[in-house]
């Protein structure tokens, strides 16, 4: 789903709808049960991702998890999620509404990547995601493909993240 | 076209030719050429003024290191830039240059006469002669100083440029794109190594670029290099030209910046002028190579007197001889390869000039061959020339003695004094240095980081030698790397080997005293200078440069560092290492302030967060105030109204009927878990085990000293969840403290934290009207005074919205505080507007919030707290658990210094009649007159003009102040002192009598 698009034919940056998006954590012990209840198993190491149907779960620390779902789905994750809490202690966060999402694909997305982020970008291989900083704001940082990247930044930190990529791409457009 | 251009020589491009002036004269130069060597081209070495003496100037060397040709270029309206290095800045259409330190003009200047005069501006000259009267310094003699100091001319417009930034991780990092970088980076890549190799120049390939005669693997200098470029593409090396490495850092971060627009004719629309690349390599070679040394006698600063290095670049990269008739003089072989180099492309060598007594043997025969005049055992004792070199005087040098001293005519003299390895880039890792003897130079000893140096940088000279050497160093970087590789040595023919002595200054037979020898032409530093710095009581070096000022140019010393060591270390009488080497530091070249602001300028300048309903505040004509990152809406202000009229305008119409206020600012923390309410307990001072579900409290955060970090309303939705709202500026610093706690002291807690403070959009209403505002737009949740009473927290629906409301108050009047996810905040902001135009709501902004809470003798922390506040201070015992076992803080509350007497404690303050308003942060006093200096008692905090009490009001931390209410203090003001009684903070409806609805 897309709200607004600009094209530029080596990277586009796309303002993408929101899903519905949970901050999950839990311990060891009820990991599984946990993973049950999304209808996956939880991934387990920094930065890798599991996805069933149009869930998406990443894994950012030992004991948080970040899970994605369509919007339609939010009322049953919730639910579900009240039923095992008292065999299962968590804390499912609902944060749909606390970043908002930029995809950037094309040619030059790797190139625009690095004008904000410090990692070695090439170590993030594709289907996998991290907590990163871009321009100095914390963002998910999605490798969806090897030139398509997703940004999940905390709303009022989003104009200015993307500022940067704007300008970043008028940059890559003038050719130096 | 010009008279000085060699035909077939060079690597300019001669189809195209570039125009440009030089202080309004028009020239014409090739594509490829520098400013230099365009100019020099012409015939002109005039380009500049010195410093201090306002000695006429020439380019002494052909690159970066260049301490005299600095020039004034400007590339239209704002694009003025001061000190661009001639020698290193490529030609470009309509380039605009001018030469500095002058008046009136660059051949007669009035500034000229502190030459005549120097006799007076010895080193220390300032502090010895400024001295009297004291009081002189600050008005006088530093502004005179400072106006006469400084080369060129600041730019006075915006930079209208744009700058970019980029980070990049590479394998390996090859400083320098000379033969001992091109062949380290060519190794590393065959070995299957990714590699990036940068040059400062815009060209790759360092002193080759001068040197095309010499055949290194059976191919021609300059067929080989390009066959070696062409194979560095071909392994996917990353090549980038015209960039400085300008900082070594921690880890092998290295610092590098590119210019991308300067040498261009036509800049492309929103093309950057220059990027800063942030590089993390896992390994660095660096292949820095060199800098000749200038030789050290009086006279060696006319134009004309150059390295001779910089000659044989003018010759074989540019095509530009520097003169017709040349005097070489120098300590090293190098300069002879140079001497033959002009030699042959019609330079008449007047004499080589050799201070050492043998020549070598080949180079000997050499110049006999070419009818050259070698004169070894000599020295150089003077040149004469105005404003271009005419001759020099030379002199033989016989067992300490110097004779038969002679002119000998000359348009150019060139020098050379060995070479100094390379070692800025090196130095800024702290890698340690170790004197050579033999070389009489500093080499790399211990590298902190994952470095390698190869080449002329750590010592080594001729081709065949820098080359392997720079393999070498790519092998063993790829073996380092995990690649399998072997060392091969790379054969060189007509190579170019050379050896060289150092020298302290040049032995005259002219009077030392009145020597114009310069050691720093930049600085216009002389050998004269740095001995009297010794006999003055300077013993290091470090002393020695700060007195002199020897090195501290914008070149570092780049050309002056060894030879004022040298010349130090004779006058202290002890050997080079021992007197030191002064430290460099980044940058290596300069590097302007665009570069390393990068984007963040402007609008871009930091993050400006902004909340989901500031939209509508922008488009109401809020004026607003920064609170930490965010921009806060700070009043409303009507047509005609100033911000005094507003704020009593706004608190006046929330006090009597509604106001509306956007709160999402605040922070906001989900805590759940099973161990949540013992969590809680834990962190804040307050009691949380008996708090219902479905009840809120006011919360005191502390720190493990006890003094007030923080404090907020929390929420009990459910038995294990607690929503934790924080002050806006604490809610990142809350969270980390809480996950602090949690994490390394009670691992053992089944508790979790997230942040929602951008879930919400946060939403206060207050006022006697709130209810009604509030109510009709309410789903599943009885309103009632009595379902809904104060201090209440529920989730329902709120204009059709899922909410989580709250009856709170931060105003003392009937409140709420609805939130709602981001998205529908602006929305909800408008169905409570429309809800609420039957009562006039009023939307007011920070400036009355903190008015109204004041009123009520309510804190802001960080206003009225400043770290060193305890809860009993801010008269905040009440939140403080009697009877819990510990929480964070609670040990320092009984410390003997936070229960004694005479702690500032936080007080209502009101001056007699009510219309002076206290100034936040006047200090407070007993007594007006007593003895300066007067005891102070403490400072107002907060202090604002009430409409509910008609009067001007404050608060203050006053010494001992709880128990001085009824004292009458004074507050020293700009416009005399004025008397205030101390009362209690609850000024307005102390009974909280409007609550009760």
């Known amino acids: 789903m897309t709200n607004q698009k600009h094209d530029f034919p080596w990277v586009t940056i796309e303002d993408l709808a929101p899903d519905a998006r949970f901050s999950l954590r839990v311990g060891e012990a009820g990991r599984d049960r946990a ?37 339609g789905e939010r009322d049953a994750i919730v639910e579900a999620f009240a039923t095992i809490y008292d065999q299962t202690p968590h804390s499912l966060v609902e944060i749909s509404d606390r970043e908002l999402t930029y995809r950037i694909t094309g040619p030059a997305a790797f190139t625009l990547m690095t004008i904000g982020c410090p990692r070695d970008l090439s170590r993030l291989t594709p289907g996998r ?3 990163t900083v871009f321009d100095g704001a914390t963002v998910i940082l999605w490798r969806d493909a090897e030139d398509a990247f997703r940004l999940d930044v905390w709303r009022s930190f989003a104009p200015h993240v993307r500022d940067l990529l704007d300008t970043g791409r008028a940059e890559l457009a003038a050719g130096l | 076209m010009s008279t000085y251009r060699v035909s077939g020589k060079g690597r300019v491009n001669r189809g195209e030719t570039v125009r440009f002036t030089f202080d309004g004269t028009s020239y014409e130069g090739y594509r490829g050429d520098t400013i230099a060597s365009a100019l020099l081209a012409h015939g002109v070495h005039l380009m500049g003024r010195s410093f201090k003496y306002h000695r006429p100037r020439g380019p002494v060397a052909a690159g970066t290191e260049e301490p005299n040709a600095l020039v004034g270029t400007s590339r239209g309206k704002g694009r003025f830039e001061p000190n661009t290095r001639a020698t290193a800045q490529e030609l470009r259409r309509g380039l605009t240059v001018e030469s500095q330190n002058k008046w009136p003009n660059l051949k007669f200047d009035v500034g000229g006469i502190n030459d005549r005069m120097y006799m007076l501006f010895s080193a220390g000259f300032y502090y010895k002669t400024f001295m009297w009267p004291r009081s002189f310094w600050d008005r006088v003699y530093e502004p005179i100083i400072r106006a006469a100091a400084g080369l060129g001319r600041p730019p006075e417009d915006l930079d209208p440029d744009r700058y970019a930034s980029r980070y990049l991780h590479t394998d390996l990092l090859v400083v320098g794109a000379g033969p001992a970088g091109i062949a380290a980076a060519l190794a590393a890549a065959r070995a299957g190594a990714e590699v990036t190799l940068m040059d400062e120049h815009a060209e790759m390939g360092g002193s080759l670029l001068s040197d095309p005669d010499v055949t290194i693997e059976g191919a021609p200098a300059w067929e080989w290099l390009a066959t070696q470029l062409a194979e560095l593409d071909r392994l996917g090396v990353r090549r980038m030209t015209r960039t400085t490495a300008i900082g070594y850092y921690h880890q092998n971060m290295v610092g590098l910046c590119e210019k991308l627009t300067d040498h261009l004719d036509d800049v492309p629309a929103d093309a950057p002028r220059e990027r800063m690349w942030r590089v993390r390599a896992n390994r660095v070679v ?13 006279g060696n600063d006319r134009p004309g007197v150059m390295l001779a290095g910089a000659a044989q670049t003018y010759l074989n990269r540019y095509g530009v001889k520097v003169g017709d008739r040349a005097v070489i003089v120098t300590s090293h072989d190098s300069a002879y390869y140079a001497a033959f180099d002009l030699a042959d492309a019609g330079t008449r060598i007047a004499a080589i000039v050799d201070t050492r007594d043998t020549p070598r043997d080949d180079l000997a025969q050499e110049a006999k061959r070419r009818g050259i005049d070698l004169l070894a055992g000599h020295t150089v004792t003077g040149t004469s020339g105005r404003l271009r070199v005419k001759s020099v005087r030379v002199a033989r040098v016989s067992g300490g003695k110097v004779t038969d001293g002679r002119a000998v005519a000359c348009d150019c003299l060139l020098m050379c004094g060995g070479w100094t390895p390379s070692l ?19 080499l790399p000893d211990y ?13 080594l000279w001729g081709y065949e030698a820098t080359l392997s050497d720079g393999n070498a160093a790519g092998v063993a970087a790829a073996v380092a790397l995990g690649h399998e590789a072997q060392e091969s040595r790379i054969e060189v023919q007509g190579d170019r080997p050379g050896t060289g002595v150092t020298h302290k200054e040049l032995p005259t037979d002219g009077q030392p005293g009145r020597a114009r020898a310069f050691v720093d032409f930049q600085n216009d530093v002389t050998a004269k200078d740095i001995r009297l710095a010794v006999r003055e009581g300077m013993r290091s070096i470090e002393h020695v440069k700060r007195y002199t000022t020897n090195g501290m140019a914008t070149d570092q010393g780049k050309m002056s560092n060894i030879n004022g060591l040298m010349i130090a270390s004779d006058a202290v009488g002890k050997a080079p290492p021992q007197v030191g080497l002064t430290t460099f530091r980044p940058p290596y070249t300069p ?24 939209a509508w505040a922008e488009s109401h004509g809020a004026a607003f105030e920064p609170v930490s990152l965010w921009r806060r809406a700070w009043y409303f202000p009507k047509a005609g109204e100033d911000m005094d009229a507003a704020v009593a305008r706004e608190c006046a119409a929330t006090r009597n009927s509604v106001g509306i206020f956007d709160a999402s600012t605040l922070g906001k923390i989900e805590v759940q878990g099973p161990d949540a309410v013992e969590f809680m307990n834990r962190m804040y001072t307050n009691p949380w085990t008996k708090l219902g579900i479905g009840r809120a409290r006011y919360g005191l955060l502390l720190g493990e000293d006890g003094f007030i970090r923080d404090d907020g309303v929390i929420g009990r939705l459910a038995q294990d969840l607690f929503h934790v709202t924080t002050t806006t500026g604490g809610a990142a610093r809350v969270l980390t403290m809480m996950e602090d706690y949690l994490q390394t002291e009670w691992p053992d807690l089944d508790v979790w934290l997230t942040s929602t403070t951008e879930q919400w959009a946060t939403i206060a209403l207050n006022g006697p009207n709130a209810r009604r505002v509030l109510e009709p737009l309410v789903e599943g949740q009885d309103m009632s005074a009595e379902a809904f009473p104060h201090m209440s927290v529920a989730e329902c629906r709120v204009a059709g919205f899922p909410a989580r409301l709250f009856r709170i108050s931060f105003t003392g009047e ?30 007011y902004g920070t400036e009355t919030m903190h008015v109204l809470r004041a009123e009520k003798g309510f804190i802001i922390v960080g206003q009225d707290t400043d770290g060193t506040v305890t809860p009993g201070d801010a008269n905040l015992s009440w939140a403080v658990g009697k009877k819990k076992p510990d929480f964070v803080g609670m040990r320092s509350l009984a410390r003997p210094d936070l229960v004694a007497p005479g702690r500032k404690q936080l007080v209502g303050l009101m001056t007699g009649d009510g219309k002076v308003k206290l100034e936040e942060g006047a200090q407070i006093v007993a007594d007006p007159n007593q003895p300066k200096p007067m005891k102070m008692l403490g400072h107002v905090t907060s202090s604002y003009y009430s409409a509910a009490l008609g009067r001007h009001f404050a608060m203050a931390l006053i010494e001992g102040g ?25 000024f307005y409806d102390p009974e909280g009598e409007r609550l009760k609805v």
């Open chain 1, 35 to 71: 993973g049950l209840t999304l209808g996956l198993s939880l991934p387990t190491g920094v930065s890798n991702v599991v996805r069933h149907g149009e869930r998406a779960v990443v894994c950012l620390g030992p004991d948080e998890w970040l899970v994605t779902a369509p919007e």
């Open chain 1, 129 to 131: 995601a991290v907590r």
């Open chain 2, 286 to 298: 660096l292949a820095q190579g060199a800098l000749e040394k200038p030789l050290v006698f009086d």
């Open chain 2, 424 to 442: 800025h880039l090196f130095s800024h890792t702290k890698g340690t240095l170790k004197f050579d003897d033999a070389l009489q130079a500093f």
């Open chain 2, 447 to 459: 590298s902190a980081e994952d470095c390698h140096i190869a080449g002329a940088g750590r010592g």
């Open chain 2, 591 to 614: 590097t302007t302030f665009g570069t390393f602001a990068g984007y963040h300028r402007g609008g871009h300048f930091e993050v400006t967060r902004k909340t989901p309903i500031d």
């Open chain 2, 814 to 843: 009937l409140g709420f505080e609805i939130n709602v996810p981001a998205r529908h905040g602006l929305a909800l902001w408008e169905a409570l507007m429309k809800s609420g135009a039957q009562y006039d709501i009023c939307p």
């Open chain 2, 962 to 986: 709880h128990e001085m209410e009824g004292r009458e203090v004074y507050v020293p003001m700009p416009d005399g002192n004025h008397a205030a009684k101390i009362t209690t903070t609850a």
